[in-house]
């Protein structure tokens, strides 16, 4: 099994059409992918708008519909619809899983899939020649890497450690998620949003260890 993060940077989303994203928000989390088809994937993702933007303006891009609208106390998430030529690229590709969630912050796109060796060097390829990412780290899964480090992205694995570490589900709490946020230097709902992925992700995990 193989795992690979291909990260691309403000300045190479800039000379493509995802600009038309960073246009819009700040940050852009993909928490779960509902349906997938080689024409577009059904995904919910929770927003944090740039200054005077708000969802019609990310209804207005090409390859994202807006299909739902989910309040909840963690601020607006919505079910989309995403054409984007990079989603069908993963959807298309055979034997690979892409690792939830996919980020886009601070003008960077982070997107980690996890498969067969063969099929993951393949995807690669494919995504190097249409939509070139800035850097590509692989990781190789061996079976006798823990088991929950291997069911999270580096990102959740990173702050859901830093949470357990820090007594974060200690009964009272002994830091907040603000005071977990600082430590990684990130913005507090950027570490919420990660976490709570990180917290599904864990109890997907327990569940197939019964």
């Known amino acids: 099994m193989r795992e690979v993060t291909l990260t691309w940077e403000e300045a190479s989303l800039a000379k493509t059409d995802l600009?038309?994203?960073?246009?819009?928000?700040?940050?852009?989390?993909?928490?779960?992918?509902?349906?997938?088809?080689?024409?577009?994937?059904?995904?919910v993702v929770l927003p944090s708008y740039k200054e005077g933007k708000t969802v019609d303006d990310l209804d207005q891009i090409p390859y994202v519909e807006v299909e739902q609208h989910l309040d909840d106390r963690n601020g607006e998430g919505?079910?989309?619809?995403?054409?984007?030529?990079?989603?069908?690229?993963?959807?298309?590709?055979?034997?690979?899983?892409?690792?939830?969630?996919?980020?886009?912050?601070?003008?960077?796109?982070?997107?980690?899939?996890?498969?067969?060796?063969?099929?993951?060097?393949?995807?690669?390829?494919?995504?190097?020649?249409?939509?070139?990412?800035?850097?590509?780290?692989?990781?190789?899964?061996?079976?006798?890497?823990?088991?929950?480090?291997?069911?999270?992205?580096?990102r959740q694995y990173e702050c859901y450690e830093l949470a357990v570490k820090h007594g974060f589900y200690n009964e009272p709490k002994a830091i907040t998620m603000q005071a977990l946020a600082d430590i990684l230097g990130i913005a507090r709902s950027t570490y919420q949003?990660?976490?709570?992925?990180?917290?599904?992700?864990?109890?997907?995990?327990a569940g197939s260890q019964l």
Not at 193 to 205: F, G, I, M
């Open 193 to 205: 949003e990660h976490l709570q992925s990180a917290e599904q992700a864990v109890l997907v995990w």
């Open 19 to 43: 600009v038309e994203l960073t246009d819009v928000v700040d940050g852009l989390t993909f928490v779960a992918n509902l349906h997938i088809t080689p024409e577009g994937v059904r995904q």
């Open 78 to 154: 919505l079910v989309v619809w995403n054409t984007h030529p990079l989603v069908c690229l993963a959807a298309k590709s055979t034997s690979i899983h892409v690792m939830s969630p996919t980020i886009l912050e601070n003008g960077k796109l982070y997107l980690t899939v996890r498969g067969l060796p063969d099929a993951i060097a393949a995807f690669v390829k494919m995504s190097k020649a249409f939509f070139p990412p800035a850097n590509v780290r692989v990781t190789e899964i061996h079976s006798d890497q823990n088991g929950l480090q291997n069911a999270l992205t580096p």
